[in-house]
């Protein structure tokens, strides 16, 4: 017997900005998450796992084979879904994670938009770059239609698919300063990429790098782990970006002292 809309709904909580917080830093700061699809030959449901990155509007991206079935599946019927947020200690089910309902878009090779997304998901994972250029592969994004974030027990939300988006105006702004912010950060502000993921995730080290910016907010990466760093608010312009990042420099340092 299933349970009724009005069951559901006791469960639910009202959807606020934190909730909003929470689902968009799983899904924008996953380095790989569970996507699901409908089998082509028999229309059963379908898992795997797959890299993901994200494109300056926030719907995830992945890079995917055409030999393998979940391409197959995506081509023939791009309704899909994608699991994010990893299990820590302890019961996996009181962690927080994110199941978006989406949409597969193929991006077609030799337009902006790939040469934008090639650059971004290399970064994000560097090993990429052994196989991204196959002629095999290929790129998807996954537009966001809804999400369900659970946030451990008795913390489950219903949220929209533009609750997960950048809606920046800025975006594409921000995005073509993007190469040139990250590698003067790395370069001549090396430690505050370790400082921003000491001091905003939690994490440990401090050789941390900036892998992502965009109007949102900040990617680290250390090796084989990865965090995000939200703005308090999205740019609306680009020239915010120098400013918000060293007030993020000098908060955190502010809060080590």
């Given at each position: 017997m299933?349970?009724?809309?009005?069951?559901?709904?006791k469960?639910?909580?009202?959807?606020?900005?934190?909730?909003?917080r929470l689902?968009?830093?799983l899904?924008?700061?996953?380095?790989?998450?569970?996507l699901a699809?409908l089998e082509?030959?028999?229309?059963?449901p379908?898992?795997?796992?797959?890299l993901t990155?994200?494109?300056?509007?926030g719907?995830?991206?992945?890079l995917?084979?055409?030999?393998?079935?979940?391409?197959?599946?995506?081509r023939a019927?791009p309704?899909s879904?994608?699991?994010?947020?990893?299990?820590?200690k302890g019961?996996?089910?009181?962690?927080?994670?994110l199941?978006?309902?989406?949409?597969a878009?193929e991006?077609?090779?030799d337009?902006?938009?790939?040469?934008?997304?090639?650059?971004?998901?290399v970064r994000?994972?560097?090993k990429?770059k052994l196989?991204v250029d196959f002629?095999?592969?290929t790129?998807?994004?996954?537009?966001?239609?809804?999400?369900n974030?659970?946030?451990?027990?008795?913390?489950?939300y219903?949220?929209?698919g533009?609750?997960?988006?950048?809606r920046s105006?800025?975006?594409?702004a921000?995005?073509?300063?993007?190469?040139?912010?990250i590698?003067?950060?790395?370069?001549?502000?090396a430690?505050?990429?370790s400082v921003?993921?000491n001091h905003?995730?939690?994490?440990?080290?401090?050789?941390?790098?900036?892998?992502?910016?965009d109007?949102?907010?900040?990617?680290?990466?250390a090796?084989?782990?990865l965090k995000?760093v939200?703005?308090?608010?999205?740019?609306t312009?680009?020239?915010q970006?120098r400013?918000?990042?060293a007030?993020?420099l000098?908060?955190?340092?502010?809060?080590?002292?």
């Open positions: 299933t349970g009724s809309n009005d069951d559901r709904a469960v639910l909580r009202d959807t606020d900005d934190e909730a909003r689902a968009r830093t899904l924008r700061s996953a380095r790989s998450a569970s699809v082509p030959e028999t229309g059963h379908l898992a795997t796992r797959v990155g994200l494109d300056i509007d719907a995830p991206v992945i995917v084979s055409a030999l393998s079935v979940h391409t197959k599946a995506l019927d309704r879904s994608l699991l994010a947020g990893e299990p820590g019961d996996p089910l009181a962690h927080p994670r199941t978006l309902i989406a949409t878009d991006v077609a090779r337009t902006k938009e790939h040469a934008r997304l090639r650059e971004r998901f994000r994972h560097p990429a196989y002629p095999d592969f790129f998807f994004r996954l537009v966001p239609l809804r999400a974030l659970n946030g451990g027990f008795g913390k489950a219903l949220l929209s533009d609750d997960l988006m950048i105006p800025a975006r594409e921000v995005a073509d300063r993007e190469n040139a912010a590698e003067h950060m790395n370069s001549d502000h430690e505050a990429a921003y993921a905003y995730c939690g994490a440990k080290g401090n050789n941390w790098s900036l892998c992502g910016i109007a949102a907010g900040i990617d680290l990466a090796g084989d782990e995000r939200e703005f308090a608010e999205e740019l312009d680009p020239a970006l400013t918000v990042l007030d993020l000098r908060n955190a340092r502010a809060g080590q002292a």
